[in-house]
């Protein structure tokens, strides 16, 4: 390779030859950037007095002018975000090339890394709390922890700097049928029922809005025609910390088969309870009452 554009000692980035005096001004550009996590508005609490901004304060930045922005600012993806706004933002830091001397906003990007409603069952989009799964060996599995504040479970109200523990448990559950119907499907083509047979669950430490993984192991697997069972161990990871764990046994089936077995257990438990409530006739209390 031929160095006469930049001298002697070009310094190679991907195919860009730059000039050492270029990269020694992007150094000491980098060491001037300030990092910051963006987390969702819920968790305003968490985000005071730290490197960490709300969606509703990074908003709040980009209408600033640069002069009072100050250094260049990293944007990290936490959790909690809603996915629209986060766009939103993402697309005015885009069409605005003064935003690009404020910010850089690669990372925010992950904010559309969220399963398909056919891998995590659900049909409202933010309610599902997960990544898409990506195999690491044959029986293990990572997925990105990926929380919108509009879900399901954090409707009512958020409650410290903590993620609540049945976000992770509902997280785990997602990972489980995710994993399963992804690379696991159980071989028919018509819609499959997941029962859960056991779960247990251990809460180890704080789970932060910060990035997170789960890491999926299957333990064990016995699959036939009819049904396949699994047994796996899913884990949150933060920081390099396991934060919960859980071990899950659950059973897959063909819809059309438990659908069925549901429905009888359904309607015999109903005639039974009914038949609790209703009033002993009068004839069989009077031949009751006359026994000696």
């Not at 930049?6 to 980098?30: H, I």
Request: with cysteine; proline share 5%; glycine share 4%.
């Amino acid at each position: 390779m031929h160095a006469s554009t930049f001298g002697a000692n070009p310094v190679v980035r991907g195919l860009c030859l730059q000039p050492p005096e270029f990269t020694k001004k992007r150094r000491f550009a980098m060491m001037d950037d300030r990092y910051y996590f963006v987390v969702g508005d819920r968790f305003r609490e968490f985000a005071d007095g730290k490197d960490v901004l709300t969606v509703n304060q990074l908003e709040a930045l980009t209408r600033l002018p640069k002069t009072l922005v100050g250094a260049r600012k990293v944007l990290m993806l936490g959790q909690g975000v809603r996915q629209d706004d986060v766009l939103a933002i993402l697309r005015n830091c885009e069409d605005d090339p003064t935003q690009s001397a404020k910010f850089e906003i690669a990372d925010l990007r992950r904010v559309t890394d969220r399963a398909d409603e056919t891998l995590s069952h659900k049909r409202v989009s933010y309610n599902t709390l997960i990544g898409a799964p990506s195999r690491l060996s044959a029986d293990r599995f990572k997925l990105p922890l990926n929380i919108d504040e509009r879900c399901e479970l954090m409707g009512d109200h958020q409650t410290g700097q903590h993620i609540q523990g049945m976000i992770v448990v509902e997280a785990f559950r997602q990972s489980f049928l995710a994993v399963t119907e992804a690379f696991f499907p159980l071989g028919n083509e018509g819609k499959t029922y997941f029962v859960i047979n056991a779960m247990k669950t251990e809460f180890k430490n704080f789970l932060f809005p910060l990035p997170a993984d789960i890491i999926y192991q299957i333990d064990d697997k016995d699959v036939n025609e009819r049904r396949a069972r699994h047994h796996v161990t899913i884990t949150v990871i933060q920081n390099m910390t396991e934060c919960a764990s859980a071990e899950i046994s659950f059973t897959v089936y063909p819809a059309d088969v438990i659908a069925t077995k549901e429905a009888e257990m359904a309607a015999q438990v109903t005639r039974r309870m009914i038949a609790l409530h209703m009033p002993v006739p009068r004839e069989f209390s009077a031949q009751q009452g006359s026994r000696p």
